[in-house]
């Protein structure tokens, strides 16, 4: 039924960028909220960004806000992540997520229960 799949993960220099793409499949998904979410060897999972489909309302984690943007296209089911001046740091597993409840826009957005569906992650590696 709904899947999520990510794409444009890989391997770049400390400065480079990197654009990740998720897609939710599933003819009768419609996403009011999709976000992404990401965690590295030994660490919780962090919350990087999510935004409301509808309205567009973004919200960003403190350690990649001014760095990071998330976007969607044409499509509700697609969301994007444009990563700019990426640092060792930002080496984890990133996972797309998306929720189809209605809610109240609110920087809860960037709370990983708000989310129903999960993709498989991919892997970002910056290196020095």
């Known amino acids: 039924q709904v899947q999520l799949v990510e794409s444009g993960g890989g391997s770049v220099q400390t400065g480079g960028s990197l654009r990740l793409s998720c897609a939710a499949t599933?003819?009768?998904?419609?996403?009011?909220?999709m976000g992404w979410f990401r965690q590295a060897p030994g660490k919780e999972r962090e919350s990087v960004a999510s935004?409301?489909?509808?309205?567009?309302?973004?919200y960003y984690g403190g350690s990649v806000r001014g760095r990071f943007t998330i976007s969607h296209g044409n499509a509700k089911n697609t969301v994007y992540l444009q990563m700019n001046s990426l640092k060792p740091e930002d080496t984890a597993t990133y996972y797309c997520?998306?929720?189809?409840?209605?809610?109240?826009?609110?920087?809860?957005?960037?709370?990983?229960?708000?989310?129903?569906?999960w993709g498989q992650g991919i892997l970002v590696t910056v290196s020095s």
């Open positions: 997520a998306a929720g189809d409840r209605t809610m109240v826009v609110g920087p809860w957005a960037l709370d990983s229960k708000q989310f129903e569906y």
């Open positions: 599933g003819a009768s998904f419609s996403p009011t909220m």
């Open positions: 935004i409301y489909i509808g309205g567009g309302s973004t």
